[in-house]
């Protein structure tokens, strides 16, 4: 009888042993698995807030640059045409030394018109810069 009892407990154990050996190594690869797909979705997303730093800083390199640009065009635009109505000037004076003054006038109303367009053309083209797409 004390053979029995013990070839139960000697079963037993056995048994116990082989669980908890098997649960072991099945938590033990589970835990592998699991850091393996971690380390996967933090490269993930490493990779994403990149591509976001990115973008964002093209995008904003891309508006300075317009803005940049459209300014210079703007600058040169405006220089030619005072550069014109001084030739102007120049020659109407050879010609018709009485025109000068109201050739004057009319260039200048002529710049404050070219300035305001300017002006808001640049306004609106920061408040389009500024909308998110």
């Known amino acids: 009888m004390n053979m029995k009892r013990n070839s139960a407990y ?3 154990s056995i048994v116990a042993s082989a669980l908890v050996f098997s649960t072991g ?7 592998a698995s699991q850091d393996m797909n971690q380390a996967g979705q933090e490269t993930k997303d490493a990779a994403k807030d ?3 730093g990115v973008k964002k800083g093209t995008t ?3 508006h300075a640059t317009k803005h940049s640009a459209t300014k210079a065009a703007d600058k040169t635009k405006e220089g030619t045409t005072k550069a014109y109505d001084k030739t102007k000037e120049g020659t109407e004076k050879v010609f018709d030394p009485s025109a ?3 050739t004057k006038a009319k260039d ?3 710049e404050r018109k ?3 367009h300017d002006t808001v053309k640049e306004q609106n083209q920061k408040v389009q810069d500024a909308t998110p797409q």
């Open 10 to 12: 000697l079963a037993t």
């Open 100 to 102: 000068e003054p109201s």
């Open 108 to 110: 200048q109303a002529k």
């Open 50 to 52: 990149t591509g976001n």
């Open 60 to 62: 904003s390199a891309y």
């Open 25 to 31: 190594w099945m938590l033990a690869s589970q835990t």
């Open 114 to 116: 070219q300035k305001t």
